[in-house]
């Protein structure tokens, strides 16, 4: 019996997404998600998104490494918001930290920073 839920993807065509440690429950990043990218992200059970500014699919780590190898992907009540359950091969933020949010609203460095981006990007 096939149950699966219908992602409502609204007017843009995208859905925010959760990215969050499979082990530990940390959640890690947050980016956006097209049909394509969901799609790619079951067939591969790699994460691929959308991105915004570049208007292009991306599969995460594809550049740097730094993969995440998804678990579970859930969907929330109003199937309009998705959660990656992953695990995070090296860091998951571009700026070299484990997780995106890696400091306070006060801007004191709360994260752990895993990586050196300048040399893994040619920014």
């Known amino acids: 019996m096939d149950d699966a839920v219908a992602v409502d993807f609204g007017e843009d065509g995208l859905v925010p997404a959760v990215a969050q440690d499979a082990t530990s429950g940390e959640v890690l990043m947050l980016a956006y998600v097209s049909p394509e990218a969901l799609e790619r992200t079951r067939e591969t059970g790699v994460a691929h ?3 915004r500014s570049r208007e292009e699919l991306w599969q995460k780590g594809k550049t740097s490494g730094h993969e ?3 678990q579970e992907v859930r969907v929330d009540c109003d199937a309009d918001t998705l959660l990656y359950v ?3 091969d090296g860091g998951a933020c571009h700026t070299g930290y484990r997780s ?5 609203i006060e801007g004191e460095t709360v994260g752990e920073r895993v990586f050196d981006p300048d040399a893994v990007y040619d920014e």
């Open 49 to 51: 998104y959308y991105s």
């Open 68 to 70: 995440q190898h998804v």
């Open 86 to 88: 992953v695990e995070q």
């Open 100 to 104: 995106c949010f890696y400091r306070t």
